[in-house]
């Protein structure tokens, strides 16, 4: 079985801090995905990354990075928590290949005050 | 860019009964997948059922099946015998060569028994 793991379920954060969410997964995949979801608007791409440190912003990565030093681990960074990053955030994997689905993570829900 | 519509905010369905849930997408490639993944409440997203674009054949899973109109650009889940089990956010997804999926804003399914 695919395992996906996210280090959170729930997190609260103040206004300004730094925030790491860290996900794992244990399949060997190339690549790895952070999303936001929010209501009415589905899941939206962050960042993702295809290789150990190699990354790519998706369509909203203002006021994120990421970090992939080794291959099962891809982290998620807000520099300076803002009370609009209050969100869900999911973490997923795959293998490289456009037949190949996504295994999520269970999620992260986040608030910042 | 390639877009996804879920036009259905909400659905019900009572427990037995079949049920569609309507998507539709834009793109101008012609090699591509679309998915239909489930996020039960408070669990992880999984994956349902999928489609390449290249096969006439409509996809089935057990109780869901799709129905996809390439010409229309029509995805659209149909579960048949519904179960409580199914109540979940369901999420029509896009992907091809790029590696990224593309979701729609999602339709939330709920079971009467």
């Known amino acids: 079985d695919v395992k996906v793991t996210q280090s959170s379920r729930y997190l609260v954060k103040r206004t300004g801090e730094k925030v790491f969410l860290e996900c794992v997964q244990d399949m060997d995949h190339e690549n790895m995905f952070w999303y936001r979801q929010d209501p009415g608007l589905g899941l939206r791409l962050i960042y993702f990354?295809?290789?150990?440190?190699?990354?790519e912003k998706g369509d909203i990565p203002e006021g994120y990075s990421v970090s992939r030093e080794k291959k099962e681990r891809f982290s998620l960074i807000l520099e300076s928590a803002s009370t609009n990053q209050t969100s869900m955030y999911l973490c997923?994997?795959?293998?490289?290949?456009?037949?190949?689905?996504?295994?999520f993570g269970p999620g992260t829900r986040l608030t910042v005050t | 860019a390639q877009t996804v519509t879920q036009s259905q905010p909400e659905m019900s369905v009572q427990e037995a009964e079949t049920v569609t849930l309507s998507c539709t997408y834009d793109?101008?490639?012609?090699?591509?997948?679309l998915f239909w993944y489930k996020q039960p409440p408070s669990r992880q997203m999984i994956l349902v059922i999928r489609q390449e674009a290249y096969k006439q054949q409509n996809a089935t899973e057990n109780r869901f099946s799709v129905n996809f109109q390439k010409a229309a650009k029509s995805f659209s889940l149909k579960i048949s015998d519904s179960q409580l089990g199914d109540a979940a956010m369901y999420f029509c997804a896009y992907k091809d060569h790029g590696n990224k999926l593309v979701f729609g804003a999602g339709t939330i399914l709920r079971v009467k028994s």
């Open positions: 997923a994997s795959s293998l490289e290949g456009i037949f190949y689905e996504q295994y």
């Open positions: 793109t101008s490639e012609s090699d591509y997948y």
């Open positions: 990354s295809y290789d150990v440190k190699m990354k």
